[in-house]
């Protein structure tokens, strides 16, 4: 089956990793093989019919705001990790999360990372995640990221690298679940011989999480908070309340009275000591940020400053999460924990900075430039797949907003086989792991491995296109 397959340039995690007999990929391999290439389309016809049963599904709006339920394309060919690369990219990303808390902790009060000239205020205060209204306040076990999502990339090289910081609502938990589900099911066979890692127990330890973060309860009560059944993630915020066994909530069903939050219902009133929130900041509480939200909840931000309800993740949180605060985490890093990054981040050029904008300019037809606060694929350029009309869009554009925008080297995304068109093909990927931050830190084995599953494409997000697959963590050695 794989006598055909061959890699583009640059590094294939099946072609360019120890694949001996015996091995976990050598495995794979050989009852990917024994399975045929026939018989994995006809159970990927079958995968994607189980997934629309489900209602595993994602809402996506055109340019005229018209909305599609579409299922997230699955490919059935899994992504292994080996346990030794796993060991240190967990240790990677508890480094990295450690020291944003601390970032924020510190920025929202004393702010000392500032008055020693490690970061510009400017930096700060113009980042659209920036929320003056947090500062002073401190969150429940003095943790800020509770729910992360870090977008990880290998290199042309292997070398694994962070792309970006999802801090505020990280999403797709629920497909990460759901592939493994569907693996299981539809393709058993697979995992006979292997000693994948398990994720089961992402949603019990999600909620057992949420309830230390109200210590002023024996039997902390949590809600999920959602904008509606419009939003595009309202299968995982459903998917993870039934999991959970939590009242899944809008805005309407909360109220505010003596300094407490109470979800109302035919029964009365029930205090409410944890909301996993999944609506932006702007939105929460009209009386705190943007005074037209009719998804929050007017009162939240007193109630939740007299320390009489936990918000997960924090407000405030998405400034860093800006893709330009991204460019100073290595210094944020050996700032608050005296340390070299465990995983590197891209290398990335500021346009807010005159030198590196002028470079930035002149080679636009070779960069790949982004929006700081776009997400989902979108504000972006990139250079050798573009035309100049864009070009010279994007170059009125940064200097127009110079702080809005950074700049990256194009990558040679790893590779792993995807079915294509009925073939195997070698479609770029990444990885996004799920970080739980309480009173201790879990980061769940292996993570969404997003695919571009159109050929030759680098972006990888659903809204463009793109799908996901099962993600092992594996022992290195032989099985």
């Known amino acids: 089956m794989f006598e055909s397959y061959a890699a583009s340039s640059g590094f294939d995690e099946y072609l360019h990793q120890p694949r001996a007999s015996g091995s976990s990929l050598g495995e ?53 990790i080996d346990q030794q690369d796993w060991q240190r990219l967990d240790q990677g990303l508890k480094q990295r999360l450690e020291a944003i808390d601390c970032f924020l902790a510190d920025i929202y009060g004393k702010r000392q990372i500032l008055s020693d000239g490690v970061i510009p205020l400017e930096a700060i205060e113009s980042s659209l995640g920036w929320r003056p209204q947090m500062q002073g ?10 729910i992360s999502g870090l977008d990880l990339i290998r290199d042309g090289e292997g070398t694994w690298r962070v792309l970006e910081d999802n801090l505020r609502c990280p999403s797709g938990v629920a497909y990460f679940l759901e592939n493994r ?16 890692a398990p994720i089961d127990d992402y949603p019990s330890k999600l909620l057992r999480m949420l309830k230390g973060l109200a210590p002023w309860s024996p039997e902390p009560y949590v809600v999920i908070l959602t904008p509606g059944v419009h939003n595009s993630a309202y299968f995982e915020h459903s998917y993870l309340a039934r999991l959970m066994g939590v009242q899944l909530v809008e805005g309407s069903d909360l109220t505010c009275e003596g300094g407490k939050v109470w979800l109302r219902s035919t029964s009365g009133l029930s205090r409410v000591d944890v909301i996993y929130r999944r609506i932006d900041d702007d939105f929460l509480d009209p009386q705190c940020f943007r005074p037209d939200s009719m998804l929050g909840v007017p009162g939240l931000m007193d109630c939740y400053a007299a ?18 605060i991204y460019t100073y985490i290595p210094e944020i890093i050996r700032y608050y924990l005296g340390e070299d990054t465990i995983i590197p981040n891209v290398e990335t050029y500021r346009c807010s900075d005159p030198s590196d904008r002028a470079f930035v300019l002149d080679n636009l037809e070779q960069l790949v430039v982004k929006a700081v606060s776009e997400a989902g694929g979108y504000g972006m350029l990139i250079g050798p797949a573009s035309s100049s009309e864009q070009r010279a869009q994007f170059r009125e554009e940064i200097l127009g907003n110079p702080r809005n925008f950074i700049a990256q080297p194009t990558l040679q995304l790893s590779t792993v086989p995807a079915l294509s068109e009925g073939e195997l093909y070698p479609c770029h990927v990444d990885l996004r792991p799920y970080v739980l931050r309480g009173q201790s830190t879990w980061v769940t084995p292996g993570g969404l491995t997003r695919v571009a599953l159109k050929r030759n494409s680098l972006v990888v997000n659903s809204s463009q296109g793109g799908g996901s697959k099962d993600t092992w963590v594996v022992p290195c050695s032989a099985v």
């Open 181 to 196: 589900r569907v693996m299981k099911q539809l393709f058993g066979d697979l995992f006979q011989r292997q000693r994948v």
């Open 28 to 80: 794979l391999m050989a009852r990917l093989s024994a399975i045929g290439l026939e018989q994995l389309n006809q159970d990927h016809r079958g995968a994607e019919q189980l997934l629309k049963r489900l209602g595993a599904t994602f809402r996506l709006y055109n340019n005229d705001s018209q909305a599609s339920e579409r299922i997230l394309p699955f490919d059935p060919l899994p992504r292994l």
């Open 137 to 146: 306040l401190k969150p429940p076990q003095q943790r800020w990221c509770h």
């Open 307 to 324: 320390g009489q309800v936990a918000i997960a993740n924090t407000p405030g949180t998405g400034v860093a999460d800006d893709k330009l």
